[in-house]
């Protein structure tokens, strides 16, 4: 459940990297690859002490991809774009912070039996503000107001055991089906 990617994948790096005449993209092209081969994943953070550059360099693809696709001017091409998807990569830098910290809370649950992050948890206070911020996403659904959440992130959370509510009250949120039917429900009737 907390896998971020399944399964083998090609090495990308070797078979396309000749494509190009740009020997610095190719060069993190394959870094790229080879962090995907070490972590599973193509979820580059910001900040990646051990690869400043390649974190700069993802972030460049990103910013790349966002002109082209508003139609201005932009270095990336459709080929690069191909492998850049082939191995994986996440084109939104938020769907890639949301990764990240859902695997950290995989990793955490793994190591302690649980999702419940202390709201002060000195060993990745980041992840202890990411867990409150979600159940604070969840609660603006429930009250139907502007929220960050998809109905695929709360499926996900669900599935791992995820509580959403810590503290007793009378409207205590229960991880079953019949709450995620009512959420499916709820979203359906806020679209149409």
Known sequence: VCSLA???????????SRRFNDPKWNLRFQELCAFRKVHGHCFVPHDYPPNPFLARWVKRQRRQY???VEGKHSAISNERITLLD???FVWDSHEV???TRFYQLCQYKSRHGTCQVPT????DPALATWV???RRQYKLFWEGKSHGLTVDRIKELERIGFVWEVRPSNNVIQNDD??????LETLKKMAA
């Open 132 to 134: 409150k911020c979600q």
């Open 120 to 123: 002060k948890y000195l060993a």
């Open 66 to 68: 966002k002109l082209m």
């Open 6 to 16: 399944g399964g083998d994948f090609p090495d990308f790096a070797e078979k396309n």
């Open 86 to 88: 082939d191995v994986g």
């Open 97 to 99: 912070v949301w990764r």
């Open 178 to 183: 019949s709450d995620f039917l009512m959420i």
